[in-house]
């Protein structure tokens, strides 16, 4: 069964840094993007980022120029480094693949990720 493990959550001041990680298992890693999402209570789940199998990655245009994403295929791991945190970038941060035919979601647990002074 697919499955997706993330950490590296925690509390950090305005302005610092945190380092999450997702380790996938269950699908063939090398082929499929990965993302990452996060969730605010009563917003929405939105798109952070997006790494492709070939390292090209999308930003949204919240993050980009603070959050860096990567991937080591050979680990089944995706990563993402996230410094200049502000009180908004405040969510749980969740890991999602879409594997299978027809292609199902899938999500890890989420990190809870909060950032104030």
């Known amino acids: 069964q697919v499955q997706l493990v993330e950490t590296g959550g925690g509390l950090v001041q305005p302005g610092g840094s945190l380092r999450l990680s997702c380790v996938a298992s269950?699908?063939?890693?090398?082929?499929?993007?990965m993302d990452w999402y996060r969730q605010a209570p009563g917003k929405q789940r939105e798109l952070v980022t997006s790494?492709?199998?070939?390292?090209?990655?999308y930003y949204s245009d919240s993050v980009k120029g603070r959050f860096t994403v990567s991937r080591d295929n050979a680990k089944k791991m995706v990563y993402l480094q996230m410094n200049s945190l502000k009180p908004e970038d405040t969510a749980v941060y969740y890991c999602?693949?879409?594997?299978?035919?027809?292609?199902?979601?899938?999500w890890g647990q989420g990190t809870q990720v909060t950032v104030s002074s």
């Open positions: 269950g699908i063939m890693f090398g082929i499929v993007p």
């Open positions: 790494i492709a199998t070939n390292n090209n990655a």
């Open positions: 999602h693949v879409q594997w299978g035919l027809p292609k199902v979601d899938y």
